[in-house]
């Protein structure tokens, strides 16, 4: 990609009521536009990103069995009557409910639970069916009191969400596991150090859950850990003890941002949407559900969160719009205007994403201020002084050094 094609363009100034760091960047460096408090659209450069994001999650899911799908936005009212939920007050807050021009009623999705549900019931019929695992990417709708944190807390937002059937409750907690293990390796993947935590369920669920929380300064949740184990809890279950339950070392205490959540349902939804099945012996059964869901949005906003620094954002390799930022210096010259453009179309035939800063005019600050911003993992320049090699910087160090393409294209590759 060339940097004189690329819309939009960096800003140097910090986009008015941006108070969070995700918000203040983002924008910034020309990865989103803010349409309204709590909406968003993903520019070219927020929406590679995305995409890597969604990329790694698909594998990771579709490894264990998961099948992609994609469900309606805009679901009737009876519906979620059948369950419940449509006049349940908590939902009330957050869902948007409407009225068409016929006088009928309508929500827009902020889950899929209902949804799914009902797909299942015309579909699953024997226990040959089972287990069942559906998941889809869409865009949900939350009438968020007050939108803020950038993208971390919007109206209008992407999640992943993951949709498990089963026989029996047996079938559903091996599942679970299953897939806590794979949201793990997604996290990981992505450059994420996530914590699992013991949450309450919410409007989703009576029971216990697990959240999937990073350590950020930033985040309005606050969680309860251990250090020399795996237990952690959040604030909202935490009982106060100051030693680990498990193995007794001391607890601590920090901020941190959910990017995922995995939610054991049981039979709730089967029960009210009729999904049932044959059993062996030909007798009725209940099936079990559970829920995943990963942040989608909310996911980019938190690796800006965590990976930044004075200068702009510090993307992990595995989810940055490109791996190699190009900077050409001293273009006026057709030598090195003629060199850099091959360097440019060499790393592309080898498969690298680069996006090549090709501006004649700008200086060489105004060119690495725009690089930084913009956080690409590798900053590549070519120019008078690099004398027949290129100038790497890796965008999480300070120091540069010199090598060949050669050199250049096993390193990035």
Same mark, same amino acid.
């Given at each position: 990609? @060339? ?11 910090? /986009?008015?009521?941006? %108070? ?25 450069? =927020?929406? +590679? ?5 969604? &990329?790694?999650?698909?594998?990771? @899911?579709?490894?264990?069995?998961? $099948?992609?799908? @994609?469900? /309606?936005?805009?679901? /009737? ?12 007050? #908590? ?5 948007? $409910? ?8 309508? =929500? ?45 807390? =919007? ?14 409750? %047996? ?6 596991? !299953? ?26 669920? +009576?029971?216990?859950?697990? %959240? ?21 809890? #959040? ?25 995922? &959540? !995995?939610?054991? @349902? ?11 099945? $044959?059993?062996? &012996? ?33 993307? /992990? ?15 006026? %010259?057709?030598? !090195? +205007? ?48 690099? $004398?027949?090699?290129?100038?790497? +910087?890796?965008? &999480?160090?300070? #120091? ?14």
């Amino acid at each position: 990609m @060339l940097y004189s094609k690329l819309f939009p363009k960096t800003l140097k100034q910090v /986009p008015s009521g941006a %108070e969070s760091v995700n918000h203040q960047l983002l924008v910034r460096s020309g990865f989103i536009d803010q349409l309204m408090a709590g909406s968003y659209t993903l520019l070219p450069l =927020g929406w +590679k990103v995305y995409l890597k994001i969604e &990329n790694i999650i698909r594998e990771e @899911l579709d490894k264990i069995g998961c $099948q992609e799908m @994609l469900m /309606p936005l805009l679901h /009737p009212r009876d519906i979620w009557d059948k369950s419940g939920r449509w006049s349940d007050p #908590n939902v009330k807050e957050i869902m948007y $409910q409407f009225k068409d021009i016929h006088e009928r009623e309508f =929500g827009l999705s902020f889950t899929h639970e209902e949804i799914v549900a009902y797909i299942l019931s015309k579909f699953i019929k024997s226990y040959k069916d089972l287990p069942v695992l559906l998941y889809h990417f869409s865009t949900k709708f939350r009438n968020e009191l007050r939108a803020k944190s950038g993208i971390l807390r =919007g109206r209008e937002f992407i999640m992943k969400d993951l949709y498990s059937a089963h026989i029996s409750e %047996e079938d559903m907690w091996q599942w679970y596991e !299953i897939v806590k293990k794979a949201y793990v390796e997604i996290f990981k993947r992505v450059g994420l150090d996530a914590k699992v935590v013991e949450a309450a369920g919410g409007v989703f669920t +009576k029971g216990h859950t697990h %959240e999937f929380q990073v350590l950020a300064e930033s985040g309005e949740d606050v969680i309860y850990y251990c250090q020399k184990c795996d237990f952690a809890q #959040n604030q909202e279950i935490y009982d106060g003890e100051k030693k680990c339950p498990r193995c007794g070392s001391e607890i601590q205490s920090a901020s941190s941002i959910e990017v995922g &959540n !995995i939610f054991p @349902l049981g039979t709730k939804y089967s029960q009210a949407l009729g999904v049932a099945y $044959q059993d062996e &012996n030909g007798k009725s059964q209940d099936v079990w559900f559970a829920s995943y869901g990963i942040g989608m949005t909310r996911l980019i906003g938190t690796l800006v969160e965590v990976f930044h620094d004075e200068k702009g954002i510090i993307w /992990p390799e595995s989810v940055a719009p490109f791996t190699v930022h190009l900077v050409g210096l001293d273009l006026e %010259e057709e030598s !090195i +205007k003629t060199e850099a453009e091959k360097i440019y179309k060499l790393l592309q035939a080898e498969g690298v994403a680069v996006l090549f800063d090709d501006r004649v005019g700008p200086s060489a600050g105004e060119k690495f201020s725009d690089t930084d911003l913009i956080g690409v993992p590798y900053r590549v320049v070519i120019s008078k002084k690099t $004398q027949g090699k290129l100038e790497v +910087k890796k965008r &999480n160090e300070k #120091n540069t050094h010199f090598v060949t393409l050669e050199a250049l294209v096993k390193m990035v590759r």
